[in-house]
Structures are given as structure tokens and as C-alpha cells.
């Protein structure tokens, strides 16, 4: 699915590229939330899954803070296709981690969203502030989560990125031209991840089959940031 991926948003590339009559690198942060979710957690060594309500904390502001990239090619109809990157976080409560068995259950080193957008702009819809242009825009493609999951009692513990599954990313903002190649812009987005994570064995347990987490999330955020246009 990965490398499907990256075929899909190379091609949307190489096929704007002869209309292209802009390229925008756009950097932001802001504030970010993760809603709660009904997970699946088969621990290592388990045949049992345990189905539970689980509330996630994104924790924008800790570091690592929350922020994102993305780089757009607009074509001269203010279409736009490009390449989108998010670091987000999403850690499970004290009270959800004891009830499943495990002392950490996040993805606080990332729980990263990489998509391929499509977007649309409309330069000049304010005629009495035509330095400012609205935008939306959606994007498809994967969840490369930082899994860091310890169960309790385990001597060790699965820490590594995963590839867990599909993303869907949707975009409405605007932006304020300070010049012909600055801008700064205001955004909302809410983003959905399918997430299927490995719980890695207990190194110390021969034999010990590996466990699973399944979960849905779903974070919003409000983003602040410069664009430069060349």
C-alpha cells in the first residue's frame, strides 16, 4: 500500500507539472486535539482482545511540539497538488492504560500523517481585501505512527515506527499575501487514521506471540503559518 501510495502522488505530480505556475512551501503549528476511540488490544502471549472506550490526549504544546509541512504545485486554474506531512501526538489515559495491562500506550514521538493533496484556491474572492484567498483541500495516505507501548511486567517494550494504516486529511483556511512570495495563512483540519499496531513479544518470553492494537483516531486542529511561493 506505501509504495502504491507514492506512486499515486509522484504521478499527481509529474502530471501538474507542465501547467504548474506555482510552487508553495508551506510551514505551520497550532493547536490539536484527539478525540476518544473504541480500541482492540490483544496483549503478547494473549488469545483474548479487549474492546475499550479509550480517551487520547494529543498534548500539542509538549514537546515535540505539534506541526506540519506541506509543499503544493498550483496550476494556473488555482488548483493545487502536492505532498503533506504531520507530526502529531496521541497518549491514552492513566485510567485506560491500568485497565489494559500496560504502564505506556502513545505515539508521542509521532503519530505521523503523510498525505497526497488535492487543493483549491480562489484568489480575489474578497473584493475589498484582495490580498486575502481562501482555500480547501483534501488529502489520502498513510499513518507512520511512533508506536510506544510497555506492558506491565514485560521486560521490555515495542518502540519503533509502524506503518498502520490509511489517512484522510481535510483542509479549509486562508491566506494573507504579505508580498508576491510571502504569505501567512490560518487553517482548520481534521484528520482520520485507521491504525492497526503491533505490541512486540516479551524478549524474556520464549515463544511468546505478538500482541495488537486496532484504533481509530481522530484529531482536529486549528494551524498558524507561512507560506513562501516561487
Not at 503523510?114 to 474572492?125: D, E, F, V
Amino acid at each position: 500500500m506505501l509504495n502504491n501510495l507514492k506512486f499515486a502522488a509522484v504521478a499527481m505530480m509529474l502530471t501538474a507539472a507542465p501547467a504548474a505556475a506555482e510552487l508553495e512551501i508551506s510551514l505551520y503549528t497550532g493547536v490539536q486535539n484527539a478525540e476518544s476511540s473504541t480500541d482492540s488490544v490483544r496483549l503478547p502471549g494473549s488469545a483474548t482482545t479487549v474492546k475499550r472506550d479509550i480517551t487520547w490526549k494529543a498534548k500539542p504544546l509538549s514537546n515535540p511540539f505539534y506541526y506540519g509541512g506541506r509543499a503544493t504545485w498550483w496550476t494556473d486554474k488555482n488548483i493545487g497538488f502536492g505532498i503533506e506531512g504531520t507530526h502529531t501526538k496521541a497518549v491514552a489515559s492513566p485510567a485506560d492504560r491500568a485497565a489494559l495491562g500496560v504502564d505506556k500506550l502513545e505515539f508521542t514521538d509521532g503519530h505521523n500523517i503523510i498525505t497526497a493533496n488535492i487543493m483549491k484556491r480562489w484568489p480575489g474572492a474578497f473584493v475589498k481585501a484582495p490580498k486575502f484567498t481562501p482555500y480547501v483541500g483534501a488529502g489520502l495516505g498513510i499513518a507512520v505512527p511512533h508506536v510506544d507501548i510497555k506492558v506491565t511486567g514485560a521486560s521490555g517494550r515495542t518502540f519503533g515506527y509502524e506503518t498502520t494504516g490509511p489517512a484522510v486529511r481535510g483542509i479549509a483556511g486562508v491566506k494573507y499575501n504579505i508580498n508576491e512570495k510571502w504569505a501567512l495563512f490560518g487553517e482548520y483540519q481534521i484528520v482520520y487514521s485507521d491504525n492497526d499496531a503491533t505490541i512486540d513479544a516479551d524478549p524474556a518470553v520464549a515463544g511468546q506471540t505478538d500482541g495488537k492494537l486496532k484504533t481509530e483516531l481522530l484529531t482536529q486542529a486549528i494551524n498558524v503559518g507561512f507560506s513562501y511561493s516561487f
